[in-house]
């Protein structure tokens, strides 16, 4: 039987409202893996080359964290309910949700030099050369903006609840969690290129320039489609409400969300390596690359108000 659609994402916004209010039993540093607090309901992470930047959502702010020793080196006030945050090579882009626009932030001193209204209810940042695309959850549409001044080049429809978008090889592929499915657009001009079907309640994305991988939070699994033309390759369990996801080594990075877990699988063939308990409420997960640390993986916890660090060579 057919669901009611807005009934269903009603019922979806819901769940994610408990998912993220939970109280959490266990922090993750309590399972083994060392764990840094941060603010309030952390959800996003970028790393600008040397330190990370988490986005905070329930207190409004983005934070600079040391890779190193995971101190808090630097805090900002951002706008009302950030979700997401990008580095353009130069500066820090913040999606303030409830502002309905978003920020641009020196990373050196951690000042904001920019604030640029888009569409409502802006919730997913992609960088793209220098351009920077902005997923509005509540328009249904995309904005793009240039990264030097944060003036608007265009503004295009896609999908229902376009949740988050990923850039690579002249195409922006958005998630749209509305309507199960992604939609690629051409970089230069915003055409519509294609929308293609994936599972129930798509989230995060990550891109190859062979593959594009979508997590699907209600469905427990991850979708790969063929980066070329955007055909299924196949579809992977995971852990319970995939959220973020990411390219790190060889290997792809799944935070699941209602598992408390992040899942490791192999890109090439979606086989799954590893599961990993991480604590409460993991959402978003981001990569750290840097001489002294190499390679770390960070995983927001929004329950426990900190970030986790895995690092992949402990790994099997």
Same mark, same amino acid.
């Given at each position: 039987?057919?669901?009611?659609?807005?009934?269903?994402?009603?019922?979806?916004?819901?769940?994610?409202?408990? +998912?993220?209010?939970?109280?959490?039993?266990?922090?993750?540093?309590? +399972?083994?893996?060392?764990?840094?607090?941060?603010? *309030?309901?952390?959800?996003?992470?970028?790393?600008?080359?040397?330190?990370?930047?988490?986005?905070?959502?329930?207190?409004?702010?983005?934070?600079?964290?040391?890779?190193?020793?995971?101190?808090?080196?630097?805090?900002?006030?951002?706008?009302?309910?950030?979700?997401?945050?990008?580095? %353009?090579?130069?500066?820090?882009?913040?999606?303030?949700?409830?502002?309905?626009?978003?920020?641009?932030?020196?990373?050196?001193?951690?000042?904001?030099?920019?604030?640029?209204?888009?569409?409502?209810?802006?919730?997913? /940042?992609?960088?793209?050369?220098?351009?920077?695309?902005?997923?509005?959850?509540? $328009?249904?549409?995309? !904005? *793009?903006?240039?990264?030097?001044?944060?003036?608007?080049?265009?503004?295009?429809?896609?999908?229902?609840?376009?949740?988050?978008?990923?850039?690579?090889?002249?195409?922006?592929?958005?998630?749209?969690?509305?309507?199960? $499915?992604? !939609?690629?657009?051409?970089?230069? %001009?915003?055409?519509?290129?294609? @929308?293609?079907?994936?599972?129930?309640?798509?989230?995060?994305?990550?891109?190859?320039?062979?593959?594009?991988?979508? !997590?699907?939070?209600?469905?427990?699994?991850? @979708?790969?489609?063929?980066? $070329?033309?955007?055909?299924?390759?196949?579809?992977?369990?995971?852990? %319970?409400?995939?959220?973020?996801?990411?390219?790190?080594?060889?290997?792809?990075?799944?935070?699941?969300?209602?598992?408390?877990?992040?899942?490791? /699988? =192999?890109? !090439?063939?979606?086989?799954?390596?590893? @599961? /990993?308990?991480?604590?409460?409420?993991?959402?978003?997960?981001?990569?750290? *690359?840097?001489?002294?640390?190499?390679?770390?993986?960070?995983?927001?916890?929004?329950?426990?108000?900190?970030?986790?660090?895995?690092?992949? =060579?402990?790994?099997?």
């Amino acid at each position: 039987m057919k669901r009611n659609a807005a009934a269903t994402m009603m019922s979806r916004a819901l769940m994610l409202a408990a +998912l993220l209010t939970a109280v959490p039993a266990v922090s993750s540093s309590q +399972l083994g893996l060392p764990a840094y607090h941060v603010g *309030k309901g952390p959800e996003a992470i970028a790393f600008d080359g040397a330190n990370l930047w988490v986005a905070n959502q329930f207190d409004n702010s983005l934070i600079e964290l040391g890779v190193l020793d995971g101190r808090v080196l630097q805090k900002v006030q951002v706008g009302k309910r950030p979700v997401a945050v990008a580095f %353009d090579g130069t500066n820090l882009w913040v999606a303030n949700l409830f502002s309905h626009n978003v920020m641009m932030v020196r990373p050196e001193d951690a000042t904001v030099v920019g604030r640029f209204a888009v569409g409502r209810g802006p919730g997913g /940042l992609a960088v793209d050369g220098g351009d920077i695309w902005v997923a509005n959850r509540e $328009s249904n549409n995309v !904005t *793009k903006l240039r990264a030097s001044d944060g003036a608007v080049l265009g503004t295009f429809r896609v999908g229902l609840r376009p949740l988050s978008l990923a850039a690579r090889n002249g195409s922006v592929w958005v998630v749209n969690q509305g309507s199960d $499915s992604v !939609t690629r657009l051409r970089a230069s %001009d915003g055409a519509v290129l294609g @929308t293609f079907a994936v599972g129930d309640g798509p989230f995060g994305i990550a891109v190859d320039d062979a593959s594009v991988w979508v !997590t699907n939070f209600f469905g427990h699994s991850v @979708t790969r489609l063929r980066a $070329s033309d955007g055909a299924p390759l196949g579809t992977y369990p995971v852990g %319970d409400g995939p959220s973020g996801i990411v390219f790190a080594g060889s290997r792809l990075w799944v935070a699941n969300n209602g598992s408390g877990s992040v899942t490791v /699988l =192999r890109p !090439t063939d979606g086989r799954p390596l590893a @599961t /990993l308990p991480v604590g409460r409420s993991p959402m978003g997960i981001g990569v750290s *690359k840097t001489l002294p640390a190499g390679i770390g993986i960070w995983v927001t916890s929004v329950s426990t108000n900190s970030v986790a660090l895995i690092d992949p =060579r402990q790994l099997p």
